[in-house]
């Protein structure tokens, strides 16, 4: 399986913009590039993901390197909410199987 | 918005009971994954299906788990007997694929604790 590396914690004070770094050097070309994230004593939950192409939502933009070996989350403005494990996934068609592997994420703390 | 169900939302039993843990997906999606989490490990797949067949069930301990999709409202997750290092969260997740990717969805997860 392709692997993902993230820091292990980062700091963001509240309402400034936060970019969440993710290295994943033998991305293969049919992988897609996912971000959950959990909150306490929650469930993961979709954040956003794409191919090659930068994409959008209203949670996060996501800013993918020309040579697709690393990604970067950015959260716009940091609210307390977004204080949460953020996980960096690569999932393709490899055997047709589309099936997320969560590392250990990196714990975002965001300062009031 | 849709959501994964997920039952029970705790659990509390004996050691070699048998446990049960259900999730509903999303009405719709063709994809269904279990997971567990423990401090330790972390996140680790279990199984998980596609249109209810099982892909891959290589995470889950074969000689006393077992994951099926009776039908597409219905993925069930049972452990017999359980042991107390089976204590953990389940989740379930579940998400459209139609040859590309999709986002998935989880539900808030079982938290069941074996003594």
């Known amino acids: 399986d392709a692997k993902t590396t993230q820091p292990n914690s980062m700091e963001s004070n509240e309402e400034e913009p936060v970019h969440l770094p993710c290295n994943h050097s033998?991305?293969?070309?049919?992988?897609?590039i996912h971000w959950y994230r959990q909150l306490p004593s929650q469930g993961p939950e979709y954040v956003i993901h794409?191919?090659?192409s930068n994409v959008n939502n209203r949670m996060a933009s996501l800013a993918i390197a020309e040579d697709r070996k690393s990604s970067t989350l950015i959260l716009h403005r940091a609210t307390l909410r977004d204080a949460a494990v953020y996980y960096c996934?690569?999932?393709?068609?490899?055997?047709?199987?589309?099936?997320?592997?969560f590392g250990k994420g990196t714990k975002l703390s965001v300062i009031p | 918005d849709a959501r994964v169900t997920q039952t029970p939302r705790h659990k509390v039993t004996e050691m070699g009971q048998e446990v049960t843990m259900r999730c509903q997906p999303i009405l719709g999606h063709n994809t269904v994954f279990w997971y567990r989490q423990t401090m330790m490990q972390g996140l680790e797949l279990l199984a998980y299906?596609?249109?209810?067949?099982?892909?891959?069930d290589s995470g889950m301990p074969k000689d006393r788990f077992s994951a099926e999709m009776p039908d597409a409202t219905l993925a069930t997750l049972k452990i017999q007997p359980s042991e107390p290092r089976d204590s953990a969260v389940y989740f379930c997740a579940s998400g459209l694929v139609q040859g590309r990717t999709a986002g998935y969805t989880f539900g808030s997860g079982t938290r069941l604790t074996v003594v």
């Open positions: 996934i690569l999932s393709g068609s490899g055997a047709g199987s589309y099936q997320l592997t």
């Open positions: 033998t991305i293969s070309g049919t992988d897609y």
């Open positions: 299906f596609r249109n209810r067949a099982p892909l891959d």
């Open positions: 794409g191919l090659t």
